[in-house]
T-cell receptor, first 115, second 113 residues
């Protein structure tokens, strides 16, 4: 499968615990995006990377959230001291930006439930 | 404040009918307007997209109509099929980062056989 891969697909955690999600983009894609989708809503932009550089962060991304993309390949999104309000689907998308610009391809998401 | 407003929230259409979903935006910096289709448990998948230099784009049974002066755009699904039953999101993005989307709240489409 050469699409965007996210792991895990589901995560249940207790309030106050830390969680980390992983996204593997399409291999040649240099841009990687994180979105959050709550039930019945459209996805909301969180942050994006061009290669390994994190270029923009939404105000939705509180200090408890951190994202990395070491070496411009896979990315991780960590949430520290989880709260019930963090329960959502976390979506990753990747695209190619350069001489050829592609659409964004989304992964299947990681569904986080904080209990 | 939601930058892209979408209606209706849900839609029931008979097989073979036309499904119409509408979206409106305010930010004139938006330069790219895609529609995404999402099935339960899956990520959104691009259906069709338009830029503001054209007023209509058609791909198969799917058509986007775009009204730049009214800042509105809509998705028409002709000959709707039960397999089209999904949630549809309109989105908009600025020219400087055309994959940084502002999504509408979604329309759940149910096509009855």
């Amino acid at each position: 499968d050469t699409g965007v891969s996210q792991d895990p697909r589901h995560k249940i955690t207790k309030r106050g615990q830390n969680v980390t999600f992983r996204c593997d983009p399409i291999s040649e894609h240099n841009r990687l995006y994180w979105y959050r989708q709550t039930l019945g809503q459209g996805p909301e932009f969180l942050t994006y990377f061009q290669n390994e550089a994190q270029l923009e962060k939404s105000r939705l991304l509180s200090d408890r959230f951190s994202a990395e993309r070491p070496k411009g390949s896979f990315s991780t999104l960590e949430i520290q001291r989880t709260e019930q309000g963090d329960s959502a689907m976390y979506l990753c998308a990747s695209s190619l930006r350069g001489q050829i610009n592609t659409e964004a391809f989304f992964g299947q998401g990681t569904r986080l439930t904080v209990v | 404040q939601q930058q892209v407003k979408q209606s209706p929230q849900s839609l029931i259409v008979q097989k073979g009918g036309i499904s119409i979903i509408n979206c409106a935006y305010e930010n004139t910096a938006f330069d790219y307007f895609p529609w995404y289709q999402q099935f339960p448990g899956k990520g959104p998948a691009l259906l069709i997209a338009i830029r503001p230099d054209v007023s209509e784009k058609k791909e198969g049974r799917f058509t986007i109509s775009f009204n730049k002066s009214a800042k509105q755009f809509s998705l028409h699904i002709m000959d709707s099929q039960p397999g089209d039953s999904a949630t549809y999101f309109c989105a908009a993005s600025p020219s400087y980062n055309f994959n940084k989307f502002y999504f509408g709240s979604g329309t759940k489409l149910n096509v009855k056989p």
